[in-house]
């Protein structure tokens, strides 16, 4: 089974940075890719980035250029270097893996790590 914990949240003005890490185990030969994805308070869930075993990155929109998503494939982490926050990055942030069908389809989730933004 599938397990992830994230950490590295925090509080931070705008314009600062942050750097989420996610420890995971239990993975399988069809566990081939990893994300990131967030949720605001009284928003649906959103995604941010995804990183497939092959090195392949995409990132939404809205986080392009300013966060880099990467993975340690030794240990089966994975982290997001968050640059130039904005208070539009809050949310509670989750770590996920999951398998490549063209895109990665996330199958399993983390608990969450909080991320508050203030101006």
């Known amino acids: 089974q599938v397990q992830l914990m994230e950490s590295g949240g925090g509080s931070v003005q705008s314009g600062g940075s942050l750097r989420l890490s996610c420890a995971a185990s239990g993975f399988t030969s069809s566990t081939n890719c990893m994300g990131w994805s967030r949720q605001a308070p009284g928003e649906e869930r959103e995604w941010v980035a995804t990183i497939h075993n092959d090195g392949r990155t995409s990132y939404a929109d809205s986080v392009k250029g300013r966060f880099t998503i990467s993975q340690d494939n030794i240990n089966d982490a994975l982290s997001l270097q968050m640059n130039s926050l904005k208070p539009e990055d809050t949310a509670m942030y989750y770590c996920?893996?999951?398998?490549?069908?063209?895109?990665?389809?996330?199958?399993?989730w983390g608990q969450g790590t909080q991320v508050t933004v203030s101006t």
């Open positions: 996920a893996a999951g398998a490549t069908y063209g895109v990665c389809y996330f199958r399993s």
